[in-house]
């Protein structure tokens, strides 16, 4: 066993000892037969005993203090020894769901991507495949060879700890940026992950709560981002969550593991437990679960070999979990691509990268009086305020956390970051604008006195306020107003200048009671390592705004379908382990059903304070000629540059659906980015997804089209859709 040490900060670390055995000449090498195939071979040359030993993990290791770590592990969240006289090697687990975590405890160096929300606003599957490149470089360069990213579920609880790690609230977009996402990774010969399996939509009460909804509206919603994602990225892994589905444990759920996801979906990897969240051997097993994690919990250990003995779990069962496990190593490459260890992260290629896709990842949101861009010749002063923009850019927390390098900006400290700590990197907005702005002068006000910032704003041209909403994995806000005093120092500095710029960077929709007193307003989400730098280059409009919201931003809670988040008010009890935890509840999704975000507002006649797919840019475009084929497989539309800049703008395409589907809403069900320059127009064709035009039929439990007339809109947002056609599918 290894303690963690600590060694030079972006220095090497120690590689973890090889386990391969030369196996070049057994069949199961040969990489001309297809990854089903290599693996059956290599099951037919295993014991019992090493079947069990590949359908768990080790334990806890780095994350809790104290437990042991086993000599070959690389650090990660888990591991999973491999199989050495076979060649099969073992599986290295790191969350990276916004670029590799804990790098800082073993003192490698770690790109911190925006948050995969931001990232989801850009609309651009090129974008997410970057993404995932980036992070499954990292991970291939520090030696992992699993990346447990992939987060999906939809944005049901604007409130939700970890909606920034997630994809938004609409399933094909989630779905597509998820998908592409994870295909980068696995370009890089990492397997990937999409998580958490499902309807983990918020963290109050996760261990316990059941997300009860019907089977037409999860397979309309949450799970169909899934199945968007699974069919473009073709993730090694699924991770079940620790939820309740309908009354019964996400990772014991036969409808969802089995039913749904291998047998309609067709996922042909493996689906992990999520961190302790295996509940039992033989349902698990029966259920669909292929392996327990991060250890033996005293489920997947000696009770499945137990229960395979006694018939209780067929050995066929346990060879499925196998071969799930290893078609997918075999599929993805890690075994004829084994990671080498030993290489350094380029610092600077990553920050390039992620300040390429916070560009295309930062929404503007109001820009009033051309207040931006500013014109770096003429401005004379800027004030910032708040949210120590004089030394980085916020990220979010919990098992997404990277670690900053030289250590959290706003409160250096050694070591990595501690759980539910506010980490700001060190992307600094105030030394970013003031290179843009040789000759003004640019002041930093830290915000927390508001008679100072108010003093400071009155003093300049322009006053930006940068205001925060630090989100983390286990815990939801209760409310959507950004914490402290932050709502009372935008008013006030927005009194004492009227060219104030509200810069937001949170975890997700927020509250904004002054919107109509400030002239400008972005929602910088999480931006990264390149956010000082991309947000600098959009202000100054060096890049032009091109992103969208993923999300719809409610104008107060009493809007959603839960002003309250369920369950926040439940006394805490004493669970089996002694520890606080809320008592089991259930959190009603059959009341919003399949009607998530955009879908809720439109049907209830809800006007939004920002609608789902809205943004600004420094140019204007407009939209004419939508046609749509007959069977809508795709939309042809024109779209034409109006303004005096070059841009991107993005396309969105929706559906709604013939009467029979009872629906009031409409469906997202195309969308494409289209550059153009000023005056030029552009005919695009956009593939519509046939599984957004289809609905659930529980009698044939499938995916289906309906009869009858689609109506098809396009436009620039899902509140502005002036163009309209229809296509009709006969009985
Ligand atoms: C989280 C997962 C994470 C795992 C390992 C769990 O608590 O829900 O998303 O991958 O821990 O850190």
Redesign the pocket.
Same mark, same amino acid.
């Given at each position: 066993m290894l303690a963690v040490s600590a060694c030079l900060a972006f220095g090497v670390s120690a590689a973890p000892a090889s386990n391969q055995a030369d196996v070049s000449g057994q069949p199961w090498m040969n990489a001309s037969l297809s990854p089903d195939r290599r693996a059956d071979l290599v099951i037919k040359q295993m014991t019992l005993d090493e079947k069990i030993q590949l359908v768990h993990g080790t334990g806890w290791g780095v994350?809790t203090p104290g437990s042991p770590i086993p000599e070959r592990s690389n650090f990660g969240? !888990?591991y999973v020894p491999g199989i050495e006289r076979l060649g099969i090697p073992d599986i290295n687990l790191a969350?990276s769901a916004v670029g590799v975590r804990m790098a800082a405890y073993q003192s490698r160096y770690a790109t911190l991507l925006p948050s995969t929300l931001g990232a989801a606003s850009s609309w651009d599957p090129e974008a997410a495949f970057l993404y995932g490149s980036v992070i499954g470089r990292e991970l291939r360069a520090q030696g992992f060879n699993m990346s447990?990213g992939g !987060?999906v579920d939809l944005m049901r609880e604007p409130r939700n700890g970890r909606n920034f790690e997630y994809a938004g609230e609409d399933p094909l977009l989630a779905g597509t940026m998820t998908g592409y996402l994870i295909k980068g990774v696995q370009s890089q010969h990492v397997m990937g992950d999409i998580?958490?399996y499902a309807f983990n939509d918020q963290e109050t009460g996760r261990m316990v709560y059941s997300a009860e909804i019907d089977k037409r509206a999860a397979r309309e919603s949450d799970l169909l981002a899934f199945q968007i994602g699974i069919d473009i990225g073709h993730p090694a892994g699924v991770?079940c969550a620790?939820n309740r589905v309908n009354g019964v444990y996400s990772c014991e759920n036969p409808w969802l593991l089995t039913d749904v996801l291998k047998d309609d979906f067709g996922f042909k990897g493996w689906v992990l437990s999520?961190?302790s969240g295996t509940h039992s051997t033989v349902e698990a097993a029966l259920a669909g679960l292929d392996m327990e994690m991060?250890g033996d919990d005293g489920y997947f250990g000696k009770a499945l070999k137990q229960a395979v003995l006694d018939g209780k779990v067929p050995e066929s069962r346990l060879d499925d979990m196998v071969h799930r496990i290893l078609r997918s190593m075999f599929a993805v490459g890690v075994i004829d691509h084994p990671v080498m260890p030993r290489r350094v992260v380029n610092p600077f290629r990553g920050r390039r990268d992620a300040r390429r896709i916070a560009e295309k990842s930062i929404v503007l949101l109001k820009n009033e009086k051309q207040l931006l861009p500013l014109d770096a010749s003429s401005i004379q002063s800027i004030a910032l305020i708040g949210s120590h923009a004089d030394v980085g850019v916020l990220s979010g927390g919990g098992?997404a956390q990277v670690d900053a390098p030289g250590g959290n900006a706003a409160d250096p400290h050694a070591g990595g970051a501690g759980w539910g700590e506010t980490v700001y990197f060190p992307s600094s907005p105030l030394r970013s604008i003031r290179k843009h702005a040789p000759e003004a002068t640019v002041t930093f006000d830290a915000g927390t006195d508001i008679a100072a910032a108010v003093a400071s704003a009155k003093k300049a041209q322009v006053a930006i306020v940068f205001v925060n909403q630090p989100m983390y994995?286990s815990k939801d806000r209760s409310t959507l107003s950004l914490p402290g005093k932050q709502n009372a120092l935008v008013s006030a500095v927005a009194k004492a200048n009227p060219h104030t710029l509200v810069v937001l960077e949170t975890g997700g929709p927020v509250t904004m009671p002054w919107a109509n007193r400030v002239e400008g307003i972005i929602e910088a989400w999480y931006p990264g390592i390149g956010g000082a730098q991309a947000l600098a280059n959009l202000l100054f409009g060096k890049v032009n705004f091109s992103a969208k919201l993923p999300a719809t931003f409610p104008r107060d809670e009493s809007q959603l379908p839960h002003p309250q988040v369920t369950g926040i008010d439940l006394p805490m009890v004493e669970g089996k382990d002694g520890s606080k935890m809320r008592p089991p509840f259930e959190v009603d999704y059959n009341k919003a059903g399949a009607r998530v975000g955009y879908k809720w507002f439109e049907s209830k006649g809800l006007e939004p304070l920002f609608p789902f797919g809205f943004g600004l840019s420094y140019t204007s475009y407009a939209y004419s000629d939508l046609s749509v084929d007959a069977d809508g497989g795709s939309a042809t539309l024109t779209v034409k540059n109006t303004g005096q800049r070059a841009g991107t703008e993005i396309a969105e395409v929706y559906a709604v659906l013939p009467k029979a589907s009872g629906e009031d809403y409409k469906r997202l069900v195309g969308f494409q980015r289209v550059t153009l320059d000023p005056g030029q127009s552009k005919t695009v064709t956009i593939a519509l997804n046939k599984l957004c035009l289809s609905i659930y039929d529980a009698k044939k439990d499938a995916m289906v089209h309906i009869p009858g007339i689609y109506t098809v809109y396009a436009g620039p947002s899902s509140a502005k859709t002036p163009l309209k056609a229809t296509f009709a599918i006969k009985p």
């Open positions: 994350l969240a !888990g969350d447990i !987060g998580k958490h991770m620790y999520d961190w991060p098992s994995e």
